[in-house]
T-cell receptor, first 114, second 116 residues
Framework: AQKITQTQPGMFVQEKEAVTLDCTYD???????LFWYKQPSSGEMIFLIY??????QNATEGRYSLNFQKARKSANLVISASQLGDSAMYFC???????????FGQGTRLTINP | GAVVSQHPSRVICKSGTSVKIECRSL??????MFWYRQFPKQSLMLMAT?????????EQGVEKDKFLINHASLTLSTLTVTSAHPEDSSFYIC????????????FGQGTRLTVV
């Protein structure tokens, strides 16, 4: 079975600072994908970044980067130069090869303070 | 990116009535869609997998007679909450899967259901 763990229920960060949201995962499948989603108060799920288990380099998308440490089974999201609009729930998710459903972590509520 | 439209975004219904929520993939065909339920400040809980042309697969603990899922076409899945009660009040969100070179999940905007 696959499992995603996000141990930070809430994070508070000053605007313009960088923030790291933790995510650890557990799977016995060697082929999998890791995702991060942002969910603002409106409820929509916004895809941020993807990391494949065989990718050699850490994924980056603009201000988002994924610190992928395969041996430690962690896939932390790093947001650089945080903005007020980054305040939202953030979910880490995993999908194993051959499956289509995503398994989500508990989420982290990020609050950016001015 | 691909668009998934979920309707309605909000609905209030009386206890005992049924409510239908639609999930449409607007610019791609989706053989598979997923329905999630989300309680306040909690994660998304997978309710069922909706497969076009076949019966939905429900997760353990989800009442299939209460949450009816129909996936009659490659672009539309519906979730009907039958005989709704206040405890069914929640945020429901669908996800449509686009397959090809990559398998991608696209989410609807979600539906906030309030049963009074």
């Amino acid at each position: 079975a696959q499992k995603i763990t996000q141990t930070q229920p809430g994070m508070f960060v000053q605007e313009k600072e960088a923030v790291t949201l933790d995510c650890t995962y557990d799977t016995s499948d060697p082929s999998y994908g890791l995702f991060w989603y942002k969910q603002p108060s409106s409820g929509e799920m916004i895809f941020l970044i993807y990391q494949g288990s065989y990718d050699q380099q850490n994924a980056t998308e603009g201000r988002y980067s994924l610190n992928f440490q395969k041996a430690r089974k962690s896939a932390n999201l790093v947001i650089s130069a945080s903005q007020l609009g980054d305040s939202a729930m953030y979910f880490c998710a995993m999908r194993v090869a051959g499956a289509q459903k995503l398994v989500f972590g508990q989420g982290t509520r990020l609050t950016i303070n001015p | 990116g691909a668009v998934v439209s979920q309707h309605p975004s909000r609905v209030i219904c009386k206890s005992g009535t049924s409510v239908k929520i639609e999930c449409r993939s607007l610019d791609f065909q989706a053989t598979t869609m997923f329905w999630y339920r989300q309680f306040p400040k909690q994660s998304l809980m997978l309710m069922a997998t909706s497969n076009e042309g076949s019966k939905a697969t429900y997760e353990q603990g989800v009442e299939k007679d209460k949450f009816l899922i129909n996936h009659a076409s490659l672009t539309l899945s519906t979730l009907t909450v039958t005989s709704a009660h206040p405890e069914d009040s929640s945020f429901y969100i669908c996800s449509a899967i686009r397959t090809g070179l990559y398998t991608e999940a696209f989410f609807g905007q979600g539906t906030r259901l309030t049963v009074v």
